[in-house]
Nanobody
Framework: QVQLVESGGGLVQPGGSLVLSCAAS????????MRWYRQGPGKQREMVAD???????DYADSVKGRFTLSGNSANDLVYLQMNNLKPEDTAVYYC???????????????WGRGTQVTVSS
């Protein structure tokens, strides 16, 4: 069983910063990709950023230049640095991992429970 635990959410003023973390635990071979998604009030869940085992990252246009995703070499602990936060960044942020339980086999999809980020003055 693989568990993802997010932390770091909270209330911040516009222009402020937060760091979210996601830690994976359990028995698995590798985590090729870790992603952050978010779901704002009345909105569909959207991908925010992802990071591969090689450290390559990709970002949604709405957060490019403001958010930075980093992780350790095993890709089982990642950090989402969020700067210059805007009210529209308000959402529940979810960590997602594509996990290979057995080496060289297909991956399984795991989700954290989410952490609330509220940007408001």
């Amino acid at each position: 069983q693989v568990q993802l635990v997010e932390s770091g959410g909270g209330l911040v003023q516009p222009g402020g910063s937060l760091v979210l973390s996601c830690a994976a635990s359990g028995s698995f071979a590798s985590i090729p990709v870790m992603r952050w998604y978010r779901q704002g009030p009345g909105k569909q869940r959207e991908m925010v950023a992802d990071i591969g085992l090689d450290g390559d990252t990709d970002y949604a246009d709405s957060v490019k230049g403001r958010f930075t995703l980093s992780g350790n070499s095993a890709n089982d602990l990642v950090y989402l640095q969020m700067n210059n936060l805007k009210p529209e960044d308000t959402a529940v942020y979810y960590c997602n991992a594509q996990v290979a339980i057995v080496p060289g086999t297909f991956t399984h999809d795991y989700w954290g429970r989410g952490t609330q980020v509220t940007v408001s003055s």
